[in-house]
């Protein structure tokens, strides 16, 4: 399970995709963000999937690298389809069996759900799929420039947030190897109910902040053995320009928000 975890992970490539300014794609991201939270029919919610399926295959990330990404979320999206089908009253009853009625509301709210987590989380991988952690740091730090006129720490936290990025897969990786350690020595991470299974990842808690906070530590003494002290005066080797690619990407993006916005209103 561990290994399906791919938040973080960048997966190198010379695609328009990743090309692209990183600027250009955290708003990209955040457009399709609102794009799935406008959706409001099957009509809009395959709009929406039409543009990650060609995003997907312009950056030619494998389809088995995507499956992994959703693979860690079966059980939470299973869970909220189970909610809205069984919770989510209407005027259509399709089936009742005792006191648990379903109606064709509760259906379609649950496959909604379920299709907008999936779409979601596979959208924002692409994010990390397509951009390394330095890009995604520079990135972040031009659009919340102007965040400076009220004194905010821009760098210090798009610095931050890029380390917390670039930990997850370091993180998951050392918990991997802990777990093959304490396998040797006769612990059973795979047997047992779920509350049981839980109980035995326990163990696993101690040695990994432990390992966690070795780790920050010596970044931070790496950090300063390298004289680093906040965004003031730095410069970049490589300094970000948006291209033509970015304009009609950014373009693209402001016509299918109108789009969606437009069907929205129409009720579609």
Not at 61 to 82: D, E, F, M
Not at 86 to 103: C, D, K, M, P
Not at 106 to 112: E, K, L, S
């Amino acid at each position: 399970m561990l290994k399906d975890i791919t938040l973080g992970q960048y997966f190198p490539g010379d695609t328009i995709v990743h090309r692209l300014d990183p600027r250009t794609k955290l708003i990209l991201t955040i457009l399709y963000i609102v794009l799935l939270f406008i959706a409001k029919s099957f009509v809009s919610y395959g709009i929406v999937l039409l543009f990650l399926v060609i995003c997907i295959l312009l950056s030619r990330i494998r389809l088995k690298a995507i499956l992994s990404g959703l693979k860690p979320l079966v059980i939470l999206i299973i869970i909220t389809g189970l909610l809205n089908l069984f919770y989510t009253r209407g005027e259509h009853l399709l089936l009742r069996v005792w006191r648990i009625s379903v109606y064709w509301e509760g259906v379609r709210t649950a496959i909604t759900m379920a299709l907008r987590i999936m779409l979601l989380v596979t959208g924002t991988l692409m994010l990390t799929y397509t951009t390394s952690p330095l890009q995604l740091t520079d990135g972040m730090e031009k659009l919340l420039n102007p965040l400076k006129i009220i004194h905010v720490p821009v760098h210090e936290l798009s610095m931050m947030m890029s380390i917390a990025l670039r930990f997850i897969p370091t993180l998951i990786e050392e918990t991997g190897k802990i777990m093959n350690a304490q396998k040797a020595r006769g612990a059973e991470f795979d047997t047992g109910n779920l509350i049981q299974k839980a109980k035995a990842m326990l163990p696993l808690l101690v040695p990994l902040f432990i390992s966690a906070f070795r780790r920050a530590d010596e970044l931070a003494t790496a950090m300063e053995s390298r004289c680093y002290h906040g965004g003031e005066g730095r410069t970049k080797m490589k300094v970000l320009k948006m291209a033509r690619r970015d304009w009609v990407a950014l373009g693209i993006g402001a016509v299918l928000l109108a789009v969606m916005i437009l069907l929205r209103r129409l009720g579609l």
